[in-house]
């Protein structure tokens, strides 16, 4: 992306180019800071809710400065970007300012003066003094942590008093948080949040009308319990969730492969064989299932052949000896 030209070498500039690329496009962008600090420019509409002050944003951006083909900083490269959490994570005012003003899947350009940027001193040696910097900005995702943070901080007493909705839904803004994190690879975070959300259900009272409900809000949070300490490399707890995913589905796939992939983790073969052909009774041609499986039979023979050679070495001893 570019949106910048250079004059053409040995040219003098003409009235129209004494004017700045910056200056040509704030023209025909819109004031959200108030004192034109932050500029912006709507590339692409978003939907949904407008980002709240607490929320945790999940951004593409590139920034540029003034005649420069490329950015001097962007996250555009990485493959999955961070969560990043408005006041903490973002240093840049303007960013946040902009952010505030974005939708889900939105996209825009935004100007920010040295007083919403780098400031005076700039960033050497990349960012010189007093500049002002233009950013691209997509807005992917966005979640509201405060709600949750508060709700959480409650007794369970106080928890009961609100309505089943609200814990329905800050225990999905804690999966989804999990969620984020598990995509990054931070497992030991994403298992926190997915801890959090599964004691918002369990200790919730509720009646035979509302427990198809939790119970569903349940089962994904223990199969994302499940699948987190199987990355972690902990079949045991792994298989513990996923034996208590199936109480709630006993005939789930993914809960009957996860335990499967946990016993044999374990060395426990027959009972991952039986984990796995339960799940690939459900799923037949899932390639996933019948990989493992076809993993467990190679396991497994490597396993008898060396049970055969220890039991012959051990009679073979027991020969010379006599």
């Avoid at 040509?24 to 420019?41: E, N, T």
């Avoid at 049970?307 to 001893?317: D, L």
């Amino acid at each position: 992306m570019s949106v910048f030209t250079r004059p053409r070498d040995g040219m003098a500039p003409s009235g129209e180019d004494c004017v700045s690329v910056y200056q040509r496009l704030s023209q025909r962008m819109l004031d959200i800071s108030g004192d034109r600090g932050v500029l912006k420019d709507v590339i692409r509409e978003g939907v949904g809710e407008l980002v709240t002050p607490d929320a945790s944003v999940l951004v593409k951006y590139s920034g540029y400065l003034e005649h420069m083909d490329k950015p001097f900083d962007s996250n555009c490269f990485r493959k999955t970007p961070r969560l990043m959490k408005l006041g903490e994570d973002i240093t840049l005012w303007g960013m946040e300012l902009g952010l505030l003003s974005m939708r889900r899947g939105e996209l825009a350009r935004f100007l920010f003066t040295p007083n919403y940027a780098y400031g005076a001193l700039g960033c050497p040696p990349l960012i010189p003094p007093n500049s002002t910097v233009l950013f691209e900005i997509e807005l992917l995702d966005f979640l509201d942590s405060a709600e949750s943070d508060k709700f959480c901080a409650l007794s369970a007493e106080q928890q009961d008093q609100f309505p089943l909705q609200k814990v329905l839904k800050v225990a999905a803004t804690e999966r989804e948080f999990g969620n984020h994190l598990f995509r990054q690879n931070r497992f030991c975070d994403a298992k926190s949040r997915y801890k959090r959300a599964l004691l918002l259900l369990h200790r919730r009272a509720t009646t035979p009308e509302e427990r198809p409900l939790v119970e569903a809000a349940k089962l994904l949070v223990l199969l994302n319990l499940c699948f987190t300490y199987l990355k972690l490399e902990r079949p045991a707890p792994a298989l513990c969730y996923g034996k208590q995913a199936l109480v709630i589905d006993q005939r789930n796939p993914k809960a009957l492969f996860r335990c499967g992939q946990a016993c044999l983790l374990m060395t426990e073969y027959e009972k991952a064989r039986d984990f796995l052909v339960r799940a690939q009774k459900e799923q037949p041609f899932n390639h996933d299932i019948n990989n493992e499986l076809k993993k467990l039979a190679s396991h497994y023979k490597d396993y008898t052949d060396r049970e055969r050679e220890m039991c012959h070495r051990m009679f073979s001893s027991c020969d010379s000896d006599l």
